[in-house]
């Protein structure tokens, strides 16, 4: 497909391709009922029994195929979202823009959906488009051959039928998990700007499955990526969360950088972007994400305030600089000033939750609190609430600035894991003089920069 890249006019290719079903008996698969949730067959087995079709659909088959363990358990049907309801009791209607049925058996949620038609071809039920080819509303309902039609990847329009057993391949998805590939049914340019979320859905996918994103499928993708602009920031903070806290954040980082989606996401962020990646935010950022990785590889909870926090520190501490320098805020005003202004930019884009940006916050003014440590400062820090993430930040920024902020995290690290006379005299030799330490910027201070007046 030849593209002009200065044009963004949509596509005028067919969405839908006829695709050709391929049934793969039971003998012929590997997935066994042994590894789909107790509570996805419960729900498969009584749609069936009412008389509707019922099959576990899209990534659950996929990674089953796969070998692995799925974490979501989708359901397909032709029975509508009213018909699942009068079959469940335990069950709630979700979604406008798709109506949806979530059967709630405890705090395990199965999604069932009922099959998608082609918006372009049925003007009874509710569909909406926008200009650029965006799906607005779409409770259009079809059969299951138009609902593989409209699923957005080959591996993902997969369908193990409840009756039989069987698989029911209808885009060649087989062939493309043998050959390790990520492609996009249809057209991709019409299919990204149906929902430009695929572009994201692609990347997350290659990086997660080890795939390659086929050729077609790769090739729109950094001239569209803007379109994501368009994304309510509130669908893209959930995004971002699935593609930076996935456990493969760091290479997902560098996909999506690479194919100009990131740019789109984190605006802000990209502007201190270099071409060699020697930039302290862009260590910073690798830091970030190779941390979140590896405490999801150990099981361990994470915050997405704390990587946002180190994601965003270096550009707030841009905007600082240029208010003490240009404006001669304090150092204190102007990390607040910044603060503020970088997260009210920020959240137009990414929806961070107010809970969450209280908490950048705090372990942004605990960087500046932190080397002030003398009389009973340490101590009273100590038990601080956000103590612990603003240390464990410090340390992070210690591998980047080196210097004094390593020396001042290296103290805390001892502070920390010392006897309450040790601890006494690491504060009386403070007293005694020694002021190294004393100051929380990275960098030489301007001969501009004005002592902070607000006491800590």
């Not at 509508?80 to 395990?108: V, Y």
């Not at 996918?205 to 086929?214: H, M, T, Y």
């Not at 210690?398 to 805390?412: F, I, M, N, Q, R």
Request: net charge negative.
């Amino acid at each position: 497909m030849h593209m002009n890249n200065n044009d963004l006019e949509p596509s005028k290719h067919r969405v839908y391709p006829d695709l050709d079903l391929n049934i793969i008996t039971r003998q012929e698969h590997n997935v066994s009922r042994q590894h789909i949730s107790e509570n996805a067959l419960k729900v498969l087995y009584r749609l069936h029994g009412a008389g509707f079709e019922a099959y576990l659909v899209g990534g659950g088959v996929r990674d089953l195929l796969l070998g692995g363990k799925p974490k979501d358990f989708d359901v397909a049907t032709n029975a509508t979202p009213e018909q699942i309801r009068q079959l469940f009791r335990n069950c709630r209607l979700i979604g406008r823009r798709f109506r949806l049925a979530h059967i709630m058996f405890g705090r395990d949620i199965i999604e069932v959906a009922t099959f998608r038609g082609h918006h372009q071809e049925n003007n009874k039920q509710i569909a909406s488009q926008s200009e650029a080819g965006m799906l607005l509303r779409d409770n259009v309902y079809g059969t299951i051959d138009e609902d593989a039609e409209r699923r957005d990847f080959t591996i993902n329009a997969m369908y193990y039928n409840i009756a039989d057993y069987s698989i029911h391949d209808y885009a060649g998805g087989m062939e493309d998990m043998d050959d390790k590939l990520i492609r996009l049914i249809g057209d991709p340019e019409t299919r990204y700007r149906e929902d430009p979320v695929r572009m994201l859905r692609a990347i997350r996918f290659a990086v997660k499955l080890d795939f390659d994103i086929e050729e077609e499928t790769a090739a729109p993708i950094e001239h569209l990526a803007p379109l994501l602009r368009d994304i309510p920031a509130a669908r893209l903070y959930e995004e971002s969360l699935k593609m930076l806290q996935s456990g493969y954040g760091l290479e997902t980082y560098h996909l999506m950088r690479e194919y100009n989606l990131f740019q789109q996401l984190f605006p802000t962020i990209a502007r201190h972007f270099t071409d060699d990646y020697s930039s302290q935010t862009e260590q910073m950022l690798d830091l970030a994400l190779d941390s979140t990785d590896l405490r999801m590889e150990e099981g361990k909870r994470v915050n997405p305030a704390f990587m946002f926090a180190a994601m965003l520190w270096y550009p707030m501490l841009k905007i600082a600089d240029e208010l003490m320098e240009f404006d001669h805020f304090s150092e204190y005003d102007a990390v607040m000033e910044a603060s503020n202004r970088i997260l009210d930019e920020v959240v137009k884009s990414i929806a961070i939750p107010r809970r969450h940006t209280a908490t950048i916050r705090e372990i942004w003014q605990l960087q500046l609190r932190l080397p002030r440590r003398t009389g009973k400062r340490a101590f009273r820090l100590m038990e601080l609430n956000k103590f612990r993430a603003g240390f464990d930040f410090l340390e992070m920024r210690g591998e980047v600035e080196d210097g004094e902020t390593k020396l001042l995290a290296g103290w805390w690290e001892t502070f920390q894991s010392a006897g309450r006379n040790m601890r006494q005299a690491m504060v009386l030799d403070l007293d005694g003089g020694a002021k190294t330490s004393s100051t929380p910027r990275r960098r030489k201070p301007s001969p501009r920069k004005k002592k902070s007046k607000t006491s800590s």
